[in-house]
């Protein structure tokens, strides 16, 4: 007669399922808060350039042609002996700033060109969509490239072209979430109790708009880096002798199968400052979707 065996137990199984869930949860959202807060690092780290560089980027300070780790040089020196380790940082320090700023004025024009927009609807809606449609069909690296052009080389030429073919994607985006968010029931409760344009925008559609616009802002960090080093790459940017990634690297390529480093340092900057971006806006987004948890 065969003896029947005792049932496995299920409670503890589900737990134990249910605890290595949560555990990988966890681990997931300290992964995404520091992959977030990295932003706030880089930031941090770029106003203490001038302290962290060792030399002064624009003189020279020894031998040139130093390979890396020679001398005193970290990351080696160029071809006049200036420190190309003081010359990455303060052009990361430049990159990244540009790139916020970049970002900063995308977000408040765009988006409150999408909020009138979204909020207002009619000939007002039609008209701000067809000019933003009509910044959208065209070619923006030809187009930054076209102002940067007629305005003349320069930093902050530089950042007013990128931001005019920039702000156009939130003004899209902001719309979007606003024309959502007008349909729901509380916005239209809202409206039937006599609620004026701008409370209604201000209180209950912008809120709503802002998480995803963030998301969008902060993914946008990495391309805009890129963007800007190839516009310094072109020598759309400052001029010579400031320290910019993009056009140290175009200026020293005739040295780059003897001397690799001088071109390659920067290029592994922006690379550097590229994957930073990235992770902290799939970080962001994460957090997002998961509520902070």
Do not use: C
């Not at 909020?115 to 690296?141: E, K, N, Y």
């Not at 052009?149 to 156009?168: N, Y």
């Not at 902290?280 to 998961?290: E, V, Y």
């Amino acid at each position: 007669m065969a003896i029947a065996t005792p049932a496995a137990p299920v409670v503890p199984l589900v737990r134990g399922r249910e605890r290595r869930r949560l555990s990988l949860q966890s681990r997931s959202t300290v992964l995404n808060w520091v992959g977030f807060s990295s932003i706030f690092v880089v930031t941090l780290i770029a106003i203490a350039v001038p302290l962290l560089a060792p030399h002064d980027p624009l003189l020279p300070v020894g031998m040139p042609l130093q390979a890396p780790g020679k001398n005193g040089f970290l990351l080696g020196s160029d071809s006049i002996g200036r420190d190309i380790l003081s010359r990455v940082l303060y052009g990361v320090r430049s990159s990244w700033f540009a790139a916020l700023v970049v970002v900063a004025v995308g977000l408040l024009f765009g988006g409150l060109v999408g909020l009138i927009a979204g909020a207002t609807g009619g000939w007002v809606d039609s008209v701000l969509m067809r000019i933003t449609d009509g910044f959208l069909s065209l070619p923006a690296p030809v187009l930054a490239i076209a102002v940067v052009a007629a305005l003349g080389p320069g930093f902050v030429h530089t950042l007013i072209a990128v931001s005019i073919v920039w702000w156009p994607f939130y003004a899209r985006l902001v719309r979007g979430e606003v024309a959502r968010l007008a349909a729901r029931p509380h916005v239209e409760a809202a409206k039937l109790a006599g609620v004026s344009r701008f409370r209604l925008a201000r209180r209950h559609l912008l809120p709503g708009a802002v998480p995803n616009a963030l998301v969008a802002a902060s993914l946008d960090i990495g391309t805009l880096i890129l963007t800007l080093a190839a516009l310094s790459f072109l020598g759309l940017g400052q001029s010579a002798p400031a320290p910019e990634l993009g056009a140290d690297s175009a200026r020293n390529l005739s040295y780059f199968l003897q001397q690799w480093w001088i071109p390659v340092m920067p290029g592994l900057g922006v690379l550097v400052l590229a994957l930073i971006g990235n992770i902290a806006g799939d970080s962001l987004r994460n957090l997002m979707k998961s509520g902070g948890r």
